[in-house]
């Protein structure tokens, strides 16, 4: 029988008390777990004790998750953040670096939040830092007096670019997504393809267009109760796919080589 895939889902870096911890939500683990079929695995922001490469050649596949601090805006050549921003150095050290890896090295990759963020910075991409305050755009915030499970529930339309990675899941033209982020792609990073737009014209999804291996990157949760939305769900699968197609050969070549 098969092993699971080794699949790394990134943390963010949190003073707690008086002591410094490597966090991630619960809700991407089990995604990982129950939706993608896979072993997750905690990477810690630690950029300065390992390498990509150390890394990648332990894991099967990569999940970048969602936080709620934000990419520091000298990474995208963007104007200095307001006044009490949450950020990351940590996160970005380790993240940044490994996003370009991972897909150099044929890795699968699912960029989650500001994971889809991060993935648009890696290839040379900016972000709107308040997409609300642009003019042209939908409030895309969630409304924080309310449950976490209507903040999680259908906000808007999202459509699905023809022709891409999305679409070959199966994906229908228009789906309803959760909407809960503050700050979005300004440029498109060179090397990525727009997968999905919000009604207001902002890309909410991006693939790779010379990926080895699945690498796609969507504005939106489809980690929350991912099994009860079969477009969510579609996300995973294809995801933990592409791992356990990794797992598999890189087990063969191990084998080869014993």
Same mark, same amino acid.
């Given at each position: 029988m098969s092993r699971l895939p080794l699949i790394g889902v990134t943390t963010c870096s949190k003073q707690i008390g008086l #002591?410094?911890? #490597? $966090?991630? /939500? =619960?809700?991407?683990?089990?995604?990982? !777990?129950?939706?993608?079929k896979g072993l997750p695995v905690l990477i810690p922001s630690l950029a300065d004790l390992f390498a990509p490469s150390d890394i990648l050649d332990s894991l099967d596949g990569i999940l970048f998750t969602g936080s709620p601090s934000n990419v520091e805006p000298f990474h995208y050549q963007g104007p200095a953040s307001a006044s009490g921003t949450a950020h990351d150095p940590a996160r970005d050290a380790t993240t *940044?670096? *490994? $996003?370009? !890896?991972?897909? =150099? !090295? /044929?890795?699968?990759? *699912? /960029?989650?939040?500001? /994971?889809?963020?991060?993935?648009?910075v890696a290839f040379g991409g900016s972000l709107h830092q308040k997409v609300h305050e642009v003019g042209t755009f939908i409030d895309h915030r969630e409304d924080d007096t309310q449950s976490v499970d209507i903040q999680y529930g259908p906000a808007h339309a999202m459509h699905i670019q023809p022709g891409g990675v999305l679409a070959g899941l199966g994906l229908p033209p228009v789906i309803e997504v959760n909407s809960i982020h503050s700050q979005g792609i300004e440029r498109l990073a060179p090397g990525l393809r727009a997968e999905a737009m919000a009604p207001d014209g902002l890309i909410e999804a991006v693939s790779v267009t010379q990926g080895k291996a699945f690498a796609l990157g969507v504005q939106w949760h489809p980690e929350w109760e991912v099994s009860s939305n079969p477009y969510y769900l579609? $996300?995973?699968?294809?995801?933990g796919d592409a791992c356990r197609a990794r797992a598999t050969q890189r087990d063969a070549d191990a084998s080869n080589n014993a």
């Open positions: #002591h410094a911890y #490597h $966090i991630s /939500g =619960d809700k991407y683990s089990r995604a990982v !777990a129950t939706a993608a *940044l670096p *490994l $996003i370009r !890896a991972a897909v =150099d !090295a /044929g890795v699968p990759v *699912l /960029g989650i939040c500001r /994971g889809f963020q991060e993935m648009n579609a $996300i995973f699968q294809a995801f």
